[in-house]
């Protein structure tokens, strides 16, 4: 239900860029949150960027936040991840998933990824010089 389409680029320098992409249904997109997760070594999944079907209220972990955009492409089914001025504390493997109804994108994402309905394959995103 949720394919995980990367960028075709998984290494960067710091300071890069990369785009991450997930594939999905319009009926998902239209009644499913979204949101982006990873997994760095040695520590626990967290929830990095979440987006609302409903009205598009979107959410960032602290460590993202102004660096890192979510949106929706609603013409091409996708929920992509615009992941700039990328650090090295940015090197995990990050999933994208979806969940029916959450309480909020906040809450979503603050859980890191409980009970979510869908999830994609992870991809590894590499930072480092």
């Known amino acids: 239900q949720l394919q995980l389409v990367d960028s075709g680029v998984d290494f960067v320098q710091p300071g890069g860029s990369l785009r991450l992409s997930c594939a999905t249904s319009?009926?998902?997109?239209?009644?499913?949150?979204i949101g982006w997760f990873r997994e760095a070594p040695g520590k626990k999944r967290e929830g990095v960027s979440c987006?609302?079907?409903?009205?598009?209220?979107?959410y960032y972990t602290d460590s993202v936040r102004g660096r890192f955009t979510i949106a929706r492409d609603n013409a091409k089914d996708t929920v992509v991840l615009q992941m700039n001025s990328l650090k090295p504390e940015d090197t995990a493997v990050y999933y994208c998933?979806?969940?029916?109804?959450?309480?909020?994108?906040?809450?979503?994402?603050?859980?890191?990824?409980?009970?979510?309905?869908?999830w994609g394959k992870g991809t590894l995103v590499t930072v480092s010089s």
């Open positions: 319009a009926l998902i997109l239209a009644v499913y949150a």
């Open positions: 987006i609302s079907s409903r009205d598009g209220s979107t």
């Open positions: 998933a979806a969940v029916m109804d959450p309480p909020t994108v906040r809450t979503m994402c603050v859980l890191g990824g409980r009970d979510m309905d869908y």
